[in-house]
């Protein structure tokens, strides 16, 4: 019966929101551009039941989805651009055919997107400054990319008045009504933090006091960026979150626990090198550096590019890109974590050396020692 | 071996069974830990080729693994309690009152760089000694705590639910499961430098002192030259 009240609840907040103003200006509605790029209703719903399903809610709760879809034009949507490779917008967009995520973010009433908008210059700075005023306290803020901040804010310069991306991104975020972080990089500082760090990248959530969702991912999948937002209209709260702030529905299991080659993990059949036997029989991909053990994500099941793929069904292991700091943390990527490699032991002389080596190495000086001592304590016998 | 002919000496328990038998399943257990934490690090080992999908090594190395772990834990905590409150193993506790005496612990290291006579204890352990099982304790405290983090993501059903709260908390801390699963390979090292020393030093005193401290571990008997033999 809980789920009945969950269910009226939400119906509730979507007939609420459904009575405010549409933001676009052609008054399109959503199942329209869905018959125009092709995609009949029977698909969408289809689609609306799958993403009922990835937010682990019940199957009758699927007009309930579809319906939020139709109200994505509701809510306002900022899109910063920090200090990255705009992937993650690559990833929802970048599709062989138009999907229904990358529609519906078609759909959204983006007020502010760097890479798809027109303006430029001025335009673009005056475009922004309006929508914070316009819609303060009423926009959906998404940030893509890791911040310089504090005195190295000046490598990120963005705009005619030259600001820092580290001021857009607090004046942004102070307005908000709800931030998601979207990518590793603005969720932890992703490459451009690893290891010296020479920007000082820091992740949004060291920038801003309000709470941030994390949506890591290098890129995020196209389902788990739509899934937040169709999430945050359904029920317009944060949704259950884990340790490091990322969304339990997509980030609650491990990689490893899903993955369709385990069967192979725990039998002992491992892939010995690319391109062997084992890799033609699509064994664990373990001990050639899969980092799926170590990482929460749910590519696994969810896959990218429609449902089509994913590195591990391709061939390669995982690289951890969802898990912080995931460049220095999780290398070397073609190789178990044990070979990992120790860069700082005596200022770049331990280079190559990974915890066996070194520990072999103490072994041997032990061992050496030891037997020193013995040898010489055959001779000089120690006092009583 | 004339020179012990009349030479008088006592034996006394040393060890108590209790003691001697959680000394060698903690080792055994450590052992096989050590092994098949090896084995799961780096499956060095492939299984027979078997058309059924039957032959879960990996899965055995693993749940041999967590089991040698769990009887390493309840042996952990066995020695926790033995230690603390059980009266015949007051010996040990002793031992920290020498913890801080500098003069002691450099009379020891004396004694080991054959230049110095051993100094004399007030409980079993001299300074070095004592120093370095805090150490494999820290060691192994650890050695757990990352166990049992690794151990809560593979096997969500356990009874230990109720502690993924802090352990969570921890795997944060410790910054996150990769580096969760370092830590408790580098400890590992750490145990395995352990174990090399502290053998050497066990057949080292067994055979430069007279009291038969090897045998002690397997029988629990000492022998020990009383006080008025030593007057003599």
């Known amino acids: ?384 | 071996m004339g020179k012990f002919k009349d030479l008088f000496v006592k034996r006394h328990i040393e060890f108590s069974p209790f003691y001697r038998w959680h000394h060698w399943i903690r080792f055994f257990a450590i052992m096989f830990l050590i092994v098949s934490g090896f084995y799961i690090a780096y499956p060095f080992l492939s299984p027979e080729m078997d058309p059924n999908p039957t032959g879960f090594l990996y899965a055995k190395g693993r749940t041999f693994h967590e089991i040698a772990g769990f009887i390493l834990i309840s042996m952990f905590m066995g020695k926790i309690y033995y230690f603390f409150f059980v009266k015949s193993d007051r010996d040990e506790i002793r031992s920290f009152k020498d913890l801080f005496s500098v003069k002691k612990g450099m009379k020891q290291i004396g004694y080991y760089l054959l230049i110095g006579k051993h100094p004399v204890l007030s409980g079993a352990y001299n300074v070095i000694q004592l120093l370095a099982y805090i150490g494999l304790y820290i060691m192994l405290l650890f050695l757990i705590l990352t166990g049992l983090i690794l151990y809560m993501h593979v096997y969500h059903e356990s009874f230990l639910v109720f502690l993924n709260g802090p352990l969570t908390y921890l795997e944060v801390l410790l910054g996150g499961l990769a580096s969760v699963r370092e830590i408790h390979h580098i400890l590992t090292w750490g145990v395995i430098i352990f174990i090399i020393a502290h053998v050497y030093m066990a057949v080292f005193n067994a055979v430069y002192g007279k009291e038969g401290t090897i045998d002690a571990i397997i029988s629990g008997y000492k022998w020990e030259i009383p006080e008025s033999e030593k007057l003599k």
């Open chain 1, 1 to 384: 019966m809980e789920q009945d009240e969950l269910y009226l609840s939400l119906s509730e907040r979507l007939g609420k929101l459904s009575k405010f103003p549409k933001m676009r200006d052609d008054g399109k509605s959503i199942s329209k551009l869905l018959e125009e790029n092709g995609i009949s209703r029977r698909d969408f719903m289809k689609w609306a039941a799958a993403m009922t399903a990835m937010l682990s809610l019940p199957a009758s709760f699927s007009p309930l989805m579809a319906k939020a879809a139709e109200l994505t034009d509701r809510l306002p949507v900022i899109w910063l651009h920090m200090a990255e490779c705009t992937g993650c917008s690559e990833s929802l967009l970048r599709s062989d055919a138009p999907t229904i995520d990358s529609l519906i973010f078609d759909y959204i009433s983006l007020e502010y997107h760097e890479t798809l908008m027109a303006a430029a210059g001025w335009q673009a700075e005056q475009t922004l400054e309006e929508s914070i005023k316009k819609y303060k306290g009423r926009y959906i803020l998404m940030v893509e990319g890791g911040i310089p901040s504090d005195d190295s804010s000046f490598y990120l310069t963005v705009g005619p008045h030259g600001q820092t991306g580290e001021s857009h991104a607090k004046e942004a975020s102070d307005n908000a009504l709800a931030i998601f972080a979207i990518g590793t990089c603005s969720s932890f500082g992703g490459v451009q933090a690893a290891a010296p760090n020479p920007t000082n990248a820091q992740p949004l959530h060291k920038v801003t006091n309000k709470p941030v969702i994390n949506v890591p991912g290098c890129p995020p999948s196209e389902k788990n960026i739509v899934g937040n937002v169709l999430h945050y209209i359904l029920f317009g709260t944060l949704p259950a979150l884990d340790a490091y702030n990322r969304p339990k529905w997509a980030y609650g299991k491990r990689i490893h626990d899903q993955c369709e080659r385990r069967g192979h993990f725990d039998a002992g059949e491992f892939v010995q090198e690319f391109g062997d036997e084992g890799a033609k029989k699509g064994y664990c991909l373990y001990k050639v550096g899969c980092k799926g053990p170590y990482t929460f994500n749910n590519c696994s099941r969810e896959r990218f590019n429609q449902h089509t793929s994913w590195p591990v069904q391709v061939g390669h292991g995982c690289i951890g890109c969802s898990e912080p700091d995931f460049w220095d943390k999780m290398g070397p990527f073609e190789s178990p974590l044990a070979d990992r490699l120790y860069h700082s032991v005596f200022s770049g002389l331990g280079a190559d050396a990974t915890a066996d080596k070194i520990g072999a190495t103490i072994l041997t000086v032990t061992a050496v020692g030891i037997a020193a001592h013995a040898a010489i304590s055959v001779i000089k016998k120690p006092k009583e």
